[in-house]
């Protein structure tokens, strides 16, 4: 299935600057395996040593969270958006 992922800035420096890439497979974690063949390294800021989603990493397919869902087995259907989104803290 070809989706569509949105990446923040902050993970633009792997996507040559690209807001947006394509990238292939049926399942979030296909997914994320077909980011790193295109663009190395944007796994291991979106994944943990033990190959899960990072804890301050939000997900989501279609605007459903996929902690919510399947996790990285969430279905990725063909023409899907797919939104990283980095957990933002701060405030006094």
Known sequence: MSVKVR??????TYTGGQ????????????????LEEN?????????DDQGKLR??????VNDDDVRFEGGLE?????GAGISI??????GC
């Open 7 to 12: 990446i923040p800035t902050i993970l633009r």
């Open 19 to 34: 807001a947006e890439v394509p990238a292939e497979g049926s399942t979030l974690s296909q997914v994320i395996a077909s």
């Open 39 to 47: 663009h190395p390294g944007i796994a291991a800021r979106v994944l």
């Open 55 to 60: 804890r301050f990493v939000n997900v989501y």
């Open 74 to 78: 969430t279905a990725t259907p063909d």
């Open 85 to 90: 989104i980095p957990a933002v803290a701060g």
